[in-house]
Structures are given as C-alpha cells and as structure tokens.
C-alpha cells in the first residue's frame, strides 16, 4: 500500500500554526508576568515567545528537524537576521532594538547565571522609561521589558503570516483578558492599516 503523501503546503502550514500557538501563550503568560510583576520569568517568557515566534515564520522554510539543529543554542540575533531575508521588503529594521533587549533575558534564566549588579526594569508604555534615582544603583546591567513595544512587535510580526481572525478565534477567558488589558495593539484590530504600514 503506498503512503499518503502530505502535500508540502498543509506540511508548512501545521508547522506555523503548531509554532504560532506556543508563541501566543508564551506571549500571553509574559504579558501577565508584567502585570503581576513577575521579574525575571516575565522577561524568560517574552524571549520565549519572540523565539516560537521566529520559528513560526521561519518553519515557512524549515522543518521542525532543521530549526530544532539550526537554533539549538536559542540566540535570537541569527533567528532575525534569517527573519528578515526571508520576509524582504517588509520594514523590520526598526525592531531590531526589541530582538536585542529580549534575547539577554535568555542569559539569566538560571540563577547561577546572574550577576549581583543586575538592574531588571518593566515599562507598560513606549516613551517612558522607568529609571533608577540612586547613580550608584544605575552602574549594573540592566534587563528590560517594556510591554507596548513587546506587543507592538508581536502584532506586526503574526500579521506577516497568521490570519489576525484566527487569533480572534482561539483566545478565550482569561486568556483573552490578559491578552487585551492594556493592550494598545490587538492582532485583530486596525491590522489592514498596520500591515500597509509593514510595507510602504
């Protein structure tokens, strides 16, 4: 009896989809962390989004095997430098910054890695950084989420590859309540504009 051949475009789309979804509650659970002010996991949790979120796209590519031994190390930087070839033309260089300030929360995951003169700071809006008063205090190294440039990033990015109606669909209960508490960039809203944005 032959095999039944998986015809390669249902292949990518299970590989998105299967990536998109972890990427969305891991997003979900950072966005909560923040709220609960939950530091350093929040910022574990926004790296581990940006990461399935990456694969998503990527996976358009690659296959589960070839990601899994590509990116085995979890560095965000060569994942967006891939990112961004892949989806040319579309403008991505500004969130460069965002791909550099996550993936140093993947450093401190454990606590052995972490140093004594860490700073950790969480924002909920772009444009007003919290800052620490004390000089002395200001000379460690600081780890950052700010939570509208994280969402920001996310819309733009699922907008690339995800129907914004397919996320509509899936978020529910509290899952949907802490996806959209002050939440100035939900997937589903106002996306037609965003996306001509992305390209323009």
Same mark, same amino acid.
């Given at each position: 009896m032959n095999e039944i051949q998986i015809p390669e475009s249902i292949q990518v789309q299970h590989r998105v989809q299967s990536y998109y979804d972890l990427a969305l509650q891991y997003y979900i659970l950072a966005r909560q962390g923040v709220i609960c002010h939950s530091m350093p996991v929040a910022g574990n949790l926004a790296h581990h989004a940006i990461e399935m979120l990456l694969h998503a796209g990527l996976s358009k590519k690659h296959t589960f095997n070839e990601l899994e031994r590509k990116y085995h190390k979890h560095n965000l930087v060569p994942m967006w430098v891939e990112f961004k070839e892949l989806f040319f033309g579309i403008k991505l260089e500004k969130y460069n910054k965002v791909i550099g300030r996550y993936n140093k929360w993947e450093e401190? *995951?454990?606590? *052995?890695?972490? &140093?004594?003169? +860490? +700073?950790?700071?969480?924002? +909920? *809006?772009?444009? &007003? #950084?919290? &800052?620490?008063?004390?000089? &002395?205090?200001?000379?460690? #190294? #600081?780890? *950052?989420?700010?939570l509208e440039e994280l969402d920001e990033f996310f819309k733009s990015v699922t907008l690339l590859f995800i129907n914004p109606e397919y996320v509509k669909t899936i978020l529910f209960g509290e899952q949907l309540n802490v996806y959209t508490k002050d939440n100035y960039h939900i997937v589903w809203q106002n996306w037609e504009r965003v996306f001509t944005n992305l390209k323009e």
């Open positions: 401190i *995951r454990f606590p *052995r890695a972490r &140093k004594s003169n +860490i +700073i950790m700071f969480f924002d +909920i *809006r772009k444009g &007003k #950084e919290s &800052k620490m008063n004390n000089q &002395k205090d200001r000379r460690g #190294e #600081e780890y *950052r989420i700010n």
